[in-house]
């Protein structure tokens, strides 16, 4: 296939862009900005799109099968939070492409907030327990609840359209460089607990086996060790 992905400079759209290499599919990595390419590259394209813009998006991703979306705000926790609005701006504008481009089949990646911890009770609805998240196991400032807000707002836009999308929210609150393993659990919209946090590797597993066996069209889904 042909796939597409946005943030391909950061821990997860690297890795996506790796594992979609591994399995022999041609890929174009996007960034907003040329500097950012690699001085070393491997057989992926690169190439300049801005995913807060629709025409950007729209022109970007003509002819291809899938696209990924695994973006960040901002560079570092502070840059983040003070741009989370920009995770809204982002899905509007990915929306709007898709509306130009309707072949076209998005994976978005977002964050852990939203999935229930009992049914009808998100994680980000649980007070003085999701600030605790935040702060003691996260390791973030407690403003970085902004940051998830955001992130269950473009979830919410991708649910109202009527694109190919799909959203995946990993359970792992922390997503770091590590093993490949190509074993997790697979989930809804459900947390799932019990396990460590999973690798950056085995989330571009779950983006690229979905890429190749869609299962959650227009559904959001978790992974999780």
Known sequence: ????????????????????????????????????????????TWAVADWLDTGSIAEAIDGLDVVVSAVNAGHGIADTIAEADNFVVGARAMVAA??????????????AGSLEVTPGTRLLDTGAEFTRT???VLGVPAEYAQVVRALRDALNIYRLSDRQWTYLSPSSGRIEPGERTGRFRIGGDQLLVGGPDISAEDVAVAIIDEAELPRFVQRRFTVGY
Not at 13 to 27: D, I, N, P, Q, W
Not at 32 to 42: H, L, M, Q, S, V
Request: hydrophobic content about 45%.
């Open 1 to 44: 296939m042909d796939i597409g992905v946005f943030g391909a400079t950061g821990v997860i759209g690297s890795r996506v862009v790796t594992e979609a290499l591994r399995r022999g599919h041609r890929v174009t990595a996007f960034t907003r900005d040329a500097a950012r390419f690699p001085a070393r590259r491997g057989a992926e």
């Open 98 to 111: 898709l509306d130009r481009q309707p072949r076209v089949r998005l994976i978005a990646v977002g964050g």
């Open 134 to 136: 935040l702060t003691e």
